[in-house]
């Protein structure tokens, strides 16, 4: 073993010493061997793994209004939407050592009504999340008889294993062992096509320098325009994911209505039915966290530390430079995830996210918040062919926590409607 492996390793135990708080419940081991890739991954940044790991052992394990069972099958439908079969392996392990049903895992045909009607905030969190409204909250605490607690409970493992999916899918560690594995029976086509860098380091520090002594101001409508350009100029994006194969998942029996995937913003814009959504008039800070907090003991608590490390999180350090204020970079990154699911923070210029982000990363970024399973260990590898392996790490868990915030933010927002 390598002398950075073992430093890695001892950084990682003392990680998980430190989180052992939530971790203490008898006989229990929640961290079997399979977690080890995931632990080891994100080990690079033993920080964030820390918050990681608390928020994910309190919300299978800590106090909150369901029991056991229902979490992991909760997270089983999760990871199914995206044909996780490595994630879903594990909740199906945890959900029998703790006295899940074994008749259950034959899919949502065996499970009680209450635990299936929540097939369809699955399906919309999952992939249009902008579409969730009041009347999705309003079935489920009337007619299927899920209390506010428990949904909130329900709504927060969905999405935060929505978004572990993308990690496990965009670091490559659903099949790690081969990087051109079949998935489901078919081959993966990559998604990165051409994967010669379009622009090199020393420009994009060069960019970013130039960026931050520019002193431009826009107008509303241009920012707006800027906004709306992001993703327009990257419709590409799409119609290569569209090419990738259908895949027939082996997991179809935890989901339903499979073919509902991921829409581009830009065709949702045209109908113009769903107006994006903008972080001034509901923002996690302000308003998301206190909710949830509110309605699920103090888990907001756990998301927030979570969500500010992943934004603020830096090593001054981009592809073997040192000393580089990189903060510019990561925010273009996150603006972007939450620009491909609607969101708009209308006090940042959209522009700087087609300076800063190539077009190969923001493929990268978009398939693997949007459709992870088409996400090969090859376009990990490929990626950002000048970086470090463990920038592009960061990278990945930056797509975890804002899409999970995405998901969240619309998830509360409608929640806080249905509660007035
Ligand atoms: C995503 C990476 C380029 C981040 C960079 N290594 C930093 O420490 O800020």
Known sequence: MFTSDLTKLSVVSRALSQCGHFMLTEGYNPWDSKLERIKN?????PDYLKLFLSTHNFILRGDGALPWDYRHYIAIMAAARH??????DIQKEMFLE??????????????PDKLRSLNEINKILAHRPWLLCKSHIIRLTK???????????????????????????????????????????????????NV??????????????????????????????RF??????????DIENSRVLKQTSGLGHFIEDTEFTYQDFQRRGETGDFPTFR????????????????????????????????YNMTYYTMGGNKDVDTSRFRRAIWNYIHCVFGIRHDDYDYGEVNQLLER???????STCCYPERVATRDFAQVLAEFEHSEKVHINLMVQEARMQAELLYALRVVMNHMK
């Open 41 to 45: 991954t994100m080990g690079d940044h």
């Open 360 to 366: 190969s990363l923001k493929a990268y970024i978009k």
């Open 279 to 310: 972080v001034q008039d509901y923002s996690w800070e302000d308003h998301g966290y206190s909710l949830v907090n509110r309605l699920y003991n103090d888990v907001g608590n756990l998301l927030d530390a979570k969500f500010k490390k992943a």
């Open 83 to 88: 044909q996780c079969d490595y994630l879903v």
């Open 196 to 225: 010669e860098p379009e622009v090199r380091v020393d420009q994009l520090m060069e960019r970013m320098r130039t960026l931050s002594q520019r002193e431009e101001e826009f107008s509303v409508e241009e920012q707006t325009q």
């Open 143 to 193: 007619e299927s008889n899920w209390s506010l607690a428990e949904l909130v409970h329900a709504i927060v493992i969905l999405a935060h294993f929505h978004s572990l999916a993308s990690f496990v899918f965009g670091c490559g560690i659903n099949d790690q062992d081969d990087p051109d594995a079949p998935v489901n029976n078919s081959k993966k086509i990559l998604i990165l096509g």
């Open 228 to 237: 709306l350009r992001v993703d327009h100029r990257d419709q590409t994006i």
């Open 98 to 111: 703790h006295g899940g049903d074994s008749a259950w895992l034959q899919g949502l045909d065996c499970v």
